[in-house]
């Protein structure tokens, strides 16, 4: 098989419209690929999400390099802002244009283009394990997840993974992932008794409780930050009583803060932060006050050790630039594989992922393969 053009590869899945939950061909594309060159492929559709498992090598390996990403995208927005087709895969000016050329495509394809010509040339002691899911834009239930439990069932194990996602926020090579924030959403309801504005006194409203309540949660100080993370932030999202007059006082009023939080806190301890404080504005003002918390995921870090150091020697040696080590940004599937195996993430600059043209430059695409080829490499060596 000749060597992989990762840049072809990228235009080619580009041109699936896998937006999620749909597959839009790009699942087949690759374990066609993948196949071919020799590794054994199962999809591992669930709850109608597509998901493909690939291993090259045996199985329970000594040594097994893991690789996690995802070929769905969001949505292309508005189609006439775009200045080409969104799945069109037009190149023009050194850009490779399209929804996924960023985020993240690019790196899929990168990453299949090195293992593949990597067993190929020089095949490695030890095995290659690829988890593509499509359904990491969406609500994450039935992907990688699903992924890592065919894997306990099977017997299958990643010694160490690396999560393909963009890390780079301005220039290529110059921010890897180590772990991330916890991300938690907290919905609180705020019900008093519906009423005559020009009557106050007859009515309970709901609007000043949760007005205090919101001003309570994001004057406080959640820490000052850890040795891998920056302080945890709380973000009030929203405050509405859904009331169009202005002579009632509403009975319920809502809102919703989202905390991005560090090591130094749990989704746990923050709900019941939360719930204490709910209940606190609760007795104050007699009101009723309902929380419902969603936690997304927990934070965690993969401490700096013989991962990261090959990754960031990679880069480095691709780039010229030594990359920083940064628990910073939302959330990723590393979240999950970090329960089966130390993770890492690296990959492409994501200024223009989500946007409409997004688009990635082709020497980036290239300079991807040769990083991910030599963490190979070096990994095996």
Known sequence: MPPIDPVSLTADLIRCPSVTPEEGGALVLLERLLSEAGFECTRVDKGGVSNLFARWGHRGANKSFGFNGHTDVVPVGDHAA??????G????????????ATDMKSGVAAFVAAAIDL???APPQGAIILTITGDEEGDAIDG???????MQQMGEAMTVCLVGEPTCPETMGEMMKIGRRGSLTAFFTVTGVQGHSAYPHRAKNPMPAMARLMDRLASHELDQGTDHFDASTLAITTIDAGNPATNVIPALCKGTVNIRYNDLHSGESLTAWLNQEAAKIADEMGVGVQ???????????????????????AVAAETGVTPSLSTSGGTSDARFV????????????????HQVDERVE???????KGIYTRILTDYFA
Not at 89 to 100: C, N, V
Not at 291 to 313: D, M
Not at 362 to 368: D, E, G, K
């Open 82 to 87: 775009w200045t080409v087709e969104p799945f």
């Open 89 to 100: 895969a037009e190149i023009k000016d050194g850009w490779l244009y399209g929804r996924g």
């Open 119 to 121: 067993v190929q040339t």
């Open 144 to 150: 990688t997840t699903a992924l890592l439990d065919y």
């Open 291 to 313: 929380v419902v918390v969603k936690n997304s995921g927990e934070s965690f870090v993969t401490p700096p050790g013989e991962l990261s150091e090959i990754v960031s020697k």
């Open 338 to 353: 970090k329960d089966h195996c130390p993770v890492v993430e690296f990959g492409l600059v994501g200024k223009t992922m």
């Open 362 to 368: 082709i020497a980036h695409i290239q300079q991807l």
